[in-house]
Nanobody, 123 residues
Framework: QVQLVESGGGLVQAGGSLRLSCAAS????????MGWFRQVPRKEREFVAA????????SYVDSVKGRFTISRDNAKNTVYLQMNSLKPEDTAVYYC????????????????WGQGTQVTVSS
């Protein structure tokens, strides 16, 4: 049974930083592309970033480019999202996602999801 557990969310002032972590159990993440999504109430879940199985290729939504960095430590079976220069509009529940395939493309949809971690950015 695949379980993804996010951590690292919290309350931060605008301009601050947070690092989210996604730890997996029941799954060796090193073979799979992973991603981060976010969702605010009454809106659809939004793609934030993705990384292929090796970490060599990443992809970001335009609104976070230059501020967020997705990375992975396959030895620790963990994926990270470093978020810098946070803005109030980054406030959302952030979800870790497993694509169940090695390479990410925009047309692919995650298969496994974590429960989410709240990120709140105050102005």
């Amino acid at each position: 049974q695949v379980q993804l557990v996010e951590s690292g969310g919290g309350l931060v002032q605008a301009g601050g930083s947070l690092r989210l972590s996604c730890a997996a159990s029941g799954r060796t993440l090193s073979s799979y592309a992973m991603g981060w999504f976010r969702q605010v109430p009454r809106k659809e879940r939004e793609f934030v970033a993705a990384i292929n199985y090796s970490g060599a290729v990443t992809s970001y939504v335009d609104s976070v480019k230059g501020r967020f960095t997705i990375s992975r430590d396959n030895a620790k079976n963990t994926v990270y999202l470093q978020m810098n220069s946070l803005k109030p509009e980054d406030t959302a529940v952030y979800y870790c996602a497993d694509y169940d395939t090695s390479y990410y493309t925009p047309s692919k949809r995650p298969v496994y999801w974590g429960q989410g971690t709240q990120v709140t950015v105050s102005s």
